[in-house]
């Protein structure tokens, strides 16, 4: 069985410009998260979708969105870059019910120059 | 707010000796909790996972141990090899279901 899988694992990008990166979850899996990880931030809860809707959401600017597709597979967008979204993107996927394991994908590596 | 935190941000063990890696977590209604390892450039990977209504759980050559009283959580990792090398994160799941991460602690195996 596939684990969790992101594209592209490699990015850079411009300040000012937008970014889509994708995911795919664990066949069979309806819920999909996103972290950011930075050195100084660690890891933190982006948002969640969970049958193309979101559930759950963190503390970021509305330039972070989100979206998840019928076949559970998820895009999260991150428009007008700052050097501060320079980070590992990680995607995490579940069977959406609480309390189940949740696991990771390799993730993305944003660098905005 | 919520939080979980890690007392040590780093550790070294000599390989074959047994590892224990602390969490202490603030939200006394969460109630359950998970271990991940990160080795360099990839994802966090399941280790092990606990609920509340647990005190202890065993995997393969790990523990994890919840003290709900003192709100704290360990992972044992037995007989220490190499490849246990990475940083490990305890992150407890609020009641929303999003994973709240401590900072993490690295281990060390020395041969």
């Known amino acids: 069985k596939a684990g969790v899988t992101q594209t592209p694992r490699y990015l850079i990008k411009t300040r000012g410009q937008q970014v889509t990166l994708s995911c795919s979850p664990i066949?069979?899996?309806?819920?999909v998260s996103w972290y950011q990880q930075t050195p100084g931030q660690g890891l933190q809860f982006l948002f969640e979708?969970?049958?193309?809707?979101?559930?759950n959401k963190g503390n970021f600017p509305g330039r972070f969105s989100g979206r998840q597709f019928s076949n559970s597979r998820s895009e999260m967008n991150v428009s007008t870059l700052e050097l501060g979204d320079s980070a590992l993107y990680l995607c995490?996927?579940?069977?959406?019910?609480?309390?189940?394991?949740?696991?990771f994908g390799e993730g993305s590596w944003l660098t905005v120059v | 707010g919520e939080s979980v935190g890690l007392h040590l941000p780093t550790l070294s063990v000599q390989e074959g000796d047994n590892s224990i890696i602390n969490c202490a977590y603030s939200?006394?209604?969460?109630?359950?909790f998970i271990w991940y390892k990160q080795e360099s450039g990839k994802g966090p990977q399941f280790i092990i996972d606990?609920?509340?209504?647990?005190d202890k759980r065993q995997g393969q050559r790990v523990t994890v141990l919840l003290n709900k009283t003192v709100k704290h959580l360990s992972l044992q990792i037995a007989a220490t090899q190499p490849g246990d090398s990475a940083v490990y994160f305890c992150?407890?799941?609020?009641?929303?279901?999003?994973?709240?991460f401590g900072q993490g602690t690295e281990l060390s195996v020395k041969p």
């Open positions: 995490a996927s579940s069977d959406g019910t609480l309390g189940n394991t949740i696991y």
């Open positions: 992150a407890e799941m609020d009641q929303g279901g999003k994973l709240i």
């Open positions: 979708y969970f049958s193309e809707t979101q559930r």
């Open positions: 939200n006394s209604a969460s109630d359950y």
């Open positions: 606990i609920r509340s209504n647990m």
């Open positions: 066949s069979g899996h309806r819920s």
